[in-house]
C-alpha cells in the first residue's frame, strides 16, 4: 500500500508498507523529503525482513514545527519558533488512529525518526515520552542551542537510538552548525555510558547528500536486535508454509524470494519477487544474508555461497550444509550433470512424505531455540 494518502485532522500523511505491520515507522516530512520516500522505503525493505508500516508527516512550518524551544536564526532571517510540543502531542494523538486503521498489532514497536530537524525532533521526542521503542535520528540537527544540556536534564528514554552524521558536516564556517560533530559524539558517549543500545554511524559526504537513504539505515536500526532472519530460496520449496509457522513460534522474521513464474505470497512473511532468469534469485539471496542469518534451499550451490557469508543452511529435509559436507554434496552435484550429459537419468525424487516435513521441523526448531 505504497504511498496511500490518510488525512489526520489539519496533517497529510503518506503511508508505505505493509498492515498488520510488526513495526510502525513515524517520520515527521517535508516537500524535499516526500520526493524522496519511495526509494528510501524499498531501501528499508532491502535491510530488513520485517513487516512494518511507515507514516510519513508533512510538516507545514518545518523550524518552528519541530524545534523544541524559541532559538534565533542560524543561516538566513528564520528563527525557530519552538512548536515542537505540539507536534508531538498531535502525533500522540494520530497514532492511535494509525494503528486501527491499519490493523497494527497492539505489541507493535514505535519508531519515530526523521532527516536533520526531524531527527533532532525525535531525540526531544524521545525525552518527554517512553511509549517509543527506538530513535532513529540520520544526521540529526543536534547543533541546536541548549540540546545537549537539555537531554543530560530529560534523558532519553528510548532502549534503541540511532544516530548518523555525513563526515563533512561539522566542517563549516557557520560556528553555531560546526559544533555538530563533537555534539554528536558527546550524545553517543553520554547514552552508551547509560546502557543504551545506541549506534553512531558515519557517511561519506555533507549534509544533503543521500537524505533518503541515510534515513532508511536509520530506520533499520532494529535489524540488528534479531539474531537470525529466515530466507526461503521459494522456487519449489516444499516447506515454505510449515516454515513460516515455525518461525512465528519464536518470532523470527522470514523472508521469501522468488521469481515471477512463482509469486508467493504469504501472511506473516515478507515476499521479494525478481525477474525470471537463470540465478536471478539466488544473487539477490545473497545479497541479502547476513551473518548468522539461516538460508533454506536445496540448492548445493547457493549453499556453498551462503556459508561463505557465515549463514546457517538448512535444506527441505532437515539437513544442515556445513563446511564438513558441502564438498561432497557439490561433487555429487558434479557426478550427476555428468551422468545427465551421457544420458543417463539418475532416479528423481519420491512423493514427499509426513515423516520428511517432521524431520525438517524438528531441525529447524532445533536451530531457531538457540537463538
Not at 48 to 74: C, I, K, R
Not at 88 to 116: F, R
Request: net charge neutral; with cysteine.
Amino acid at each position: 500500500m505504497d504511498n496511500q494518502l490518510l488525512q489526520i485532522q489539519n496533517r497529510t500523511c503518506r503511508i508505505y508498507g505493509t498492515a498488520s505491520a510488526e513495526y510502525l515507522l513515524l517520520q515527521m516530512v517535508d516537500e524535499h523529503d516526500l520526493a524522496g520516500m519511495e526509494r528510501e522505503v524499498e531501501a528499508i525493505r532491502r535491510q530488513t525482513a520485517h513487516l512494518f508500516l511507515l507514516a510519513a508527516v508533512q510538516v507545514e512550518n518545518w523550524n518552528d514545527d519541530l524545534s523544541p524551544w524559541p532559538a534565533p536564526p542560524v543561516w538566513g532571517k528564520q528563527g525557530f519558533g519552538g512548536r515542537a510540543e505540539d507536534t508531538l502531542a498531535w502525533l500522540e494523538q494520530a497514532v492511535p488512529g494509525i494503528s486501527q486503521q491499519y490493523s497494527i498489532k497492539e505489541d507493535c514497536k514505535v519508531i519515530l525518526g526523521g532527516y536533520s530537524l526531524a531527527g533532532l525532533f525525535a531525540l526531544w521526542a524521545a525525552t518527554q515520552t517512553n511509549a517509543l521503542y527506538g530513535t532513529a535520528a540520520a544526521s540529526p540537527s543536534v547543533w541546536f542551542p541548549g540540546w545537549l544540556e537539555y537531554e543530560a536534564a530529560h534523558p532519553i528514554q528510548t532502549r534503541r537510538v540511532y544516530l548518523s552524521l555525513g563526515d563533512r558536516e561539522e566542517h563549516t564556517k557557520n560556528q553555531t552548525m560546526a559544533s555538530v560533530g563533537d555534539n554528536i559524539r558527546a550524545l553517543h558517549s553520554a547514552l552508551t555510558q547509560r546502557g543504551k543500545d545506541c549506534k553512531l554511524e558515519w557517511n561519506a559526504g555533507g549534509h544533503f547528500k543521500d537524505a533518503d537513504l541515510r534515513t532508511a539505515k536509520a530506520f533499520a536500526l532494529w535489524k540488528e536486535n534479531n539474531k537470525v532472519t529466515i530466507l526461503i530460496d521459494a522456487d519449489g520449496c516444499p516447506v515454505v508454509d510449515l516454515t513460516i509457522q515455525t518461525a512465528a513460534k519464536y518470532k523470527v522474521p522470514v523472508l521469501i524470494l522468488c521469481d515471477t513464474a512463482h509469486q508467493i505470497q504469504r501472511d506473516g512473511a515478507q515476499t521479494l519477487t525478481f525477474d525470471k532468469g537463470a540465478d536471478s534469485v539466488d544473487f539477490a539471496l545473497v545479497n541479502r544474508v547476513h551473518p548468522g542469518d539461516l538460508v533454506i534451499t536445496q540448492d548445493y550451490g547457493l549453499a556453498s555461497m551462503c556459508l561463505a557469508r557465515c549463514a546457517r543452511v538448512l535444506n527441505q529435509n532437515g539437513l544442515e550444509y556445513t563446511s564438513e559436507n558441502i564438498d561432497s554434496l557439490l561433487f555429487r552435484r558434479h557426478e550427476n550433470k555428468k551422468l545427465l550429459r551421457a544420458g543417463k537419468h539418475p532416479k528423481g525424487a519420491s512423493k514427499r512424505t509426513k515423516e520428511q516435513n517432521m524431520a525438517y521441523k524438528n531441525a529447524l526448531e532445533k536451530i531457531l531455540q538457540t537463538v
